[in-house]
């Protein structure tokens, strides 16, 4: 069965320094990964996602992450983080072999950013 | 484009009450997904739609809930007899089609059972 990992609960780093949010995932077959943010009392909201091709995939907001299938990792990355990346962060991976399929998410990694 | 609306967004309700949602998607998305989300998790797939046809439902969907999707544009999801278990946000999503991998999302309706 498809299946998502978010080790780490809480990421807190300083602003300006660079961020890495954790996830490993399993799937069989090619697996399709996105990441979304959730800030509070609003919706989810999509950043960015890989299918196939280049392993390092760039998304919204500055934020890109990087496609590792032998570790079969997708850690989400920003260079250098703002206050306002303060939010909830899940990874997730379709779960079929279709663009239909159903997304499968991880437990989320609450990232907090200090001035 | 407006996005994915949910309505309404807060419902309180008293066990054993039905209730139900309405989930507006993108315009001309004919995908159409159900999720719940409880506090401190990541979104449970409930149900899936493909225009008005529903695809794929969840062992977690049981005989209480129904989803429909009448004229393959907005949803509805029903659940009857409601349980304290049954608290939760409630997230609709829509997709573009074939080879549109990423889901949309809605607000969400919270629903507390009391």
């Known amino acids: 069965a498809q299946s998502v990992a978010q080790p780490e609960d809480q990421v807190n780093v300083a602003e300006g320094n660079p961020l890495t949010v954790k996830c490993t995932y399993s799937?069989?077959?090619?697996?399709?990964l996105f990441w979304y943010v959730q800030y509070p009392n609003r919706g989810l909201q999509f950043l960015l996602k890989?299918?196939?091709?280049?392993?390092l995939v760039k998304g919204s907001y500055g934020f890109e992450a990087e496609f590792n299938k032998s570790q079969t990792s997708f850690h989400l990355k920003k260079p250098s983080a703002l206050v306002s990346d303060s939010a909830l962060y899940f990874c997730a991976v379709s779960a079929g072999y279709s663009s239909a399929s159903k997304i499968i998410f991880g437990s989320g990694t609450r990232l907090s950013i200090r001035p | 484009d407006t996005g994915v609306s949910q309505n309404p967004r807060h419902k309180i309700t008293k066990r054993g009450q039905n209730v139900t949602f309405r989930c507006d998607p993108i315009?001309?998305?004919?995908?159409l997904y159900w999720y719940r989300q409880t506090l401190g998790q990541g979104p449970e797939f409930l149900t899936y739609f493909q225009n008005e046809a529903q695809l794929e439902k969840s062992r977690l969907l049981s005989d209480r809930f129904s989803a429909e999707r009448p004229k393959g544009s907005f949803s509805t999801l029903e659940i009857q007899r409601t349980e304290q278990g049954d608290s939760a946000m409630y997230l609709c999503?829509?997709?573009?089609?074939?080879?549109?991998?990423?889901?949309?999302f809605g607000p969400g309706t919270r629903l507390t059972v009391t």
């Open positions: 315009s001309e998305h004919n995908r």
């Open positions: 999503a829509s997709s573009a089609g074939t080879g549109s991998y990423e889901q949309y």
């Open positions: 799937v069989s077959g090619n697996p399709y």
């Open positions: 890989y299918i196939t091709g280049d392993n």
